[in-house]
């Protein structure tokens, strides 16, 4: 559980610094646009990139934190022990798309970026390295929701 905390914490930190870098990247291009009259090229790039990594790394973090959208109006008129067999199903197919999607997919895409040495128009930086938030995210799911079934 201790391990579980601390990943929270540093994830946290880093959203609210990739969160802070995005307000400050924004803050320049309206300086720039507007009061200097000569728009920065890189900033619209950089917006685009972090808040993918915001809200990749955001699910993550939520789905640890068990505060993720969820339709709840069925499950409530279960019983509690078919509550807790369909949250097990629900962890399940969680941790089998997080797997199948996020780590195998996203593992792939990046590999496949890599390989060509695609890299973005105006920062120049590798895509393989902004896509390698899919398969960090997907490991940190599958994490948190291996988690929660070992501690149910």
Do not use: C
Not at 57 to 66: D, F, I, T
Request: without cysteine; glycine residues 6%; positive net charge.
């Amino acid at each position: 559980m201790e391990l579980r905390k601390n990943i929270d914490k540093v994830l946290a930190y880093f959203l609210v610094t990739i969160m802070g870098i995005m307000v400050l990247n924004v803050l320049w291009q309206v300086f720039s646009r507007f009061l200097l009259g000569s728009p920065s090229s890189f900033t619209d790039e950089l917006a685009r990139y972090l808040m993918i990594w915001i809200g990749i790394l955001g699910a993550a973090y939520v789905s640890g934190k068990n505060l993720h959208v969820a339709i709840d109006v069925l499950p409530k008129r279960f019983s509690e022990r078919t509550q807790k067999k369909l949250q097990l199903v629900v962890h399940w197919l969680v941790i089998l798309f997080s797997l199948g999607a996020l780590v195998i997919g996203g593992s792939r895409l990046v590999y496949i970026t890599h390989v060509l040495d695609q890299h973005s128009p105006a920062l120049q930086v590798p895509l393989s390295v902004v896509y390698l938030v899919i398969p960090i995210s997907g490991i940190l799911i599958i994490y948190y929701k291996i988690s929660d079934l070992l501690n149910d």
